[in-house]
């Protein structure tokens, strides 16, 4: 377990700490899950995860929303997302490790917002769309295990994957689509994950966005059903979770991390926003 060098406090598992031969330099790897296991302890990792349940029982905890794993199911972890897993006894799965760099060369062929799919992580395709998930990691499975691999043909098929879990979850997102309809959203989205922990205040997004305040407070509101504040202090709130579960910061430096100065005002806040204090979230 190592610590990355972006002023991130929490350990993050790298793609080397399951390292195949064959696949340890190339930024991809499989691994065929089967029978009951658990990691019980939340962490995060640097890599993308694709999970593919064909049979499974137990629960799957992503960012601290707990999972039921079923059959023909798709499982989705992001970079920096924090999760941990029990499989059942019948669990079989097939894992795809993907790198960063790898991932972020297929991502533009997920069709939806990158945020809507890290908040809406697990999908259930159906048998047809399961069965070409299913096809498409064994053939990427079946390249990497060849003498001489073709690295393009493996993106093409993470692409191909991106594009069928995006039609399998076109029902489920119908109503998400205002990311797509309304780029001032989207683009609002992806500035909170930028600077949510240095600023705070509906203002600062609206002068990226070169609208007012008040205007982006109405698209969120009749959009999204919540104010703009709410997205910005959503977001902050996770991370303190991440970093509270995760990390051997002491709530003080956590709150200083996320750009609150006050001590007693984020324990507050987190409250607030929680039910617990800091300490207690922490101990659960």
Known sequence: MHRNQNNDHIPILGMQEFAEPWTADHGIQYHELKGAREIAKAHKHDFFIFLLFETGSGTHTIDFIEYKIGAQQVHLVFPGQVHKWRFG???????????????????????????????????NPGKAFFSQLLYETLAIRKEAEQK??????????NEVIALIVSKAAEKKFTHLNTYHTNPFLNKFISLIDQHFKEEHAVSFYAKQLNITPN??????RK????????????????????????????????????????????????????GSTPTEFRQQ
């Open 215 to 220: 205007y982006l407070n109405i698209l969120c």
């Open 89 to 123: 006894a019948k669990t079989h799965a097939h894992q795809l490790m993907i790198s960063r760099s790898l991932f972020e060369s297929f991502s533009s062929a997920f069709r939806f917002s990158l945020n809507q799919y890290a908040n809406n992580p697990v999908i």
């Open 148 to 157: 001489n691999i073709v690295w393009e043909l493996i993106r093409a098929r």
């Open 223 to 274: 959009n999204l059903h919540v104010s703009a504040t709410y997205l910005i202090q959503n977001r902050a709130i996770l991370e303190a979770k991440r970093l509270l579960q995760v990390s051997e910061l002491s709530v003080k430096e956590i709150a200083f991390e996320l750009g609150f100065y006050d001590h007693a005002y984020f324990s507050k806040f987190f409250k607030s926003q929680t």
